[in-house]
């Protein structure tokens, strides 16, 4: 299903007319850093991959590689050197008998979703339009109904790569699993260039819904000491979350909002079970939600076309974004005053807070992936007045920055481009151990974050 075009891969160096343009269409986030690659390769089949590599190692350059170009940091946007461009390898196929797909990283998730949703399958890919597999996988993979399939990158069963030589190679669990096991969460910090991902499936949950609550900030702390209670117990098909913004997800006439409209919190539960009864069990715990809230949208199946659309609203486009994160065990105590902070601070609209009750019911296996905790706190920092330039990312970095002694880690989702934990130090040190052996020369850039 799906296809890739294959074709000589259209090359565009620094100077070319229209580098420019290339360079900023490779980003997602309209703030574009001042790093320039060499040139951009703009990929159409695995052979113009393998190319790109053995070029850059001839002329002994840099490789940076981007899929859906969602990194906030703008990870792949590096000085010099060749930037590979997957976005174009869209490709995939779904083997219902083995509950298997196989897919290319440029695909992005909610097209592969609407592909399974057909087939009576699932996989839990992002919750935005336009998220490219390729980094979604590698990073982790925080996707819908995730808390009950653990990270995504969890359900990736084999990938095939370009190694550092240029070589195309496949990495599962008896062939080259050392790559497998990096592939997993180490994300940005992946050196090899996958081209192709190979996923486990699940049925579809026959009942897809959604219950929201809406609050008046004044309401915060009733909120937050009720997350941090109840977060624990809830049970893994729900994905209880809060988000702090000027511009909620409904009723609709809400979305039109402006810089001066009201701070609102809205708790949202989606949920994904066999049957609505099933859903309504498994929400029984909002019955004990604080009280005094402003407006309440009861369980209702949702088209997931629907809860994209919900989520979006606080992605648009064409927007300049600085994110930073933590995760968390810390409690309602400990949290308080800066969620309050955060709150009396923020920034114009699409600018949001949220609080995600991640708190894992799943073992993790051996893999790069490795930092997780309870709870996860993400300060999206978007904004398109340049007069919110230089106050909006500072309110992102300098509230989590405040937070650092309660951080167990960042998720690379967010990546905040900064120094950062991502994964433990064990994991760290097998990484860097493995990519002395795979990647001698270092032809593919480490993560910006690393110190
Ligand atoms: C609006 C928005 C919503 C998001 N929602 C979610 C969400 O719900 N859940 C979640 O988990 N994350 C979410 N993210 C984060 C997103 O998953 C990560 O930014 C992810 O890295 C994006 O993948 P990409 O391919 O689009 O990005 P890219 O920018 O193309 O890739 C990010 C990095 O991954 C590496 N990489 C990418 N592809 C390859 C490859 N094929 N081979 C080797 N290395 C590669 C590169 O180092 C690259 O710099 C969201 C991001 C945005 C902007």
């Avoid at 790093?35 to 089949?45: E, K, L, N």
């Avoid at 290319?104 to 057909?118: D, H, I, K, N, T």
């Avoid at 994905?239 to 909620?248: A, G, I, K, T, W």
């Avoid at 996860?376 to 970095?397: I, K």
């Amino acid at each position: 299903m799906g296809s890739t075009t294959s074709g000589p891969a259209r090359t565009v160096y620094r100077g070319d007319v229209g580098y420019d343009e290339a360079r900023r269409a490779t980003m997602w986030n309209a703030n574009v850093p001042d790093r320039y690659p060499g040139r951009i390769v703009q990929a159409t089949c695995v052979a113009d991959v393998m190319a790109a590599v053995r070029k850059a190692k001839a002329s002994d350059e840099s490789v940076s590689v981007r899929s859906g170009g969602h990194s906030w940091s703008g990870n792949h946007v590096r000085d010099g050197g060749v930037l590979i461009d997957l976005s174009r390898l869209t490709s995939f196929s779904i083997d219902k008998a083995t509950m298997s797909a196989t897919v290319e990283p440029g695909l992005g998730g909610s097209v592969l979703l609407a592909a399974l949703m057909r087939e009576g399958l699932f996989f839990p890919v992002g919750h935005c339009r336009g998220v490219g597999l390729g980094g979604y996988l590698l990073q982790g993979g925080f996707g819908w109904n995730g808390r009950a399939y653990g990270p995504a990158c969890a359900s990736v069963m084999a990938i095939d790569y370009v190694d550092a030589d240029g070589e195309l190679r496949h990495a599962s669990d008896t062939e080259n699993s050392d790559m497998l096991w990096a592939a997993r969460g180490s994300g940005p910090g992946f050196f090899g260039v996958v081209v192709k991902f190979h996923l486990r499936l699940y049925a579809r949950p026959r009942f897809i819904g959604t219950a929201a609550v809406q609050y008046s900030v004044d309401r915060l702390e009733d909120v937050v000491r009720w997350m941090g209670e109840i977060g624990p117990d809830v049970p893994s098909e729900v994905e209880l979350q809060f988000v702090v913004s000027r511009n909620p997800s409904f009723p609709p006439r809400l979305r039109k909002y402006n810089r001066t409209s009201p701070v609102r919190i809205e708790i949202a539960a989606p949920v994904m079970t066999s049957s609505r009864s099933a859903a309504k069990a498994a929400l029984s715990f909002l019955e004990s939600r604080p009280r005094g809230s402003r407006r309440r949208l009861p369980l209702l199946p949702v088209p997931l076309s629907a809860a994209f659309g919900a989520v979006m609203q606080h992605y648009p486009n064409s927007t300049n974004w600085t994110t930073d994160n933590l995760w968390t065990h810390a409690g309602p105590d400990e949290l308080l005053s800066h969620v309050q902070r955060i709150a009396d601070t923020l920034p114009p609209p699409p600018a949001h807070f949220l609080w995600l009750n991640w708190a894992p019911t799943h073992t993790l296996g051996d893999m790069a992936y490795s930092v997780e905790d309870r709870t996860y706190l993400a300060l999206y920092g978007g904004w398109s007045d340049p007069r919110d330039a230089t106050s909006t990312p500072a309110w992102a970095r300098d509230n989590v920055a405040a937070m650092e002694s309660l951080s167990t880690g960042i998720q690379f989702a967010d990546d905040p481009g900064r120094p950062a934990r991502g994964i433990s130090l064990a994991a760290q040190a097998r990484l860097d151990a493995l990519r002395a052996t795979q990647d001698p020369q270092g032809r593919f850039h480490r993560w910006i974050g690393e110190a």
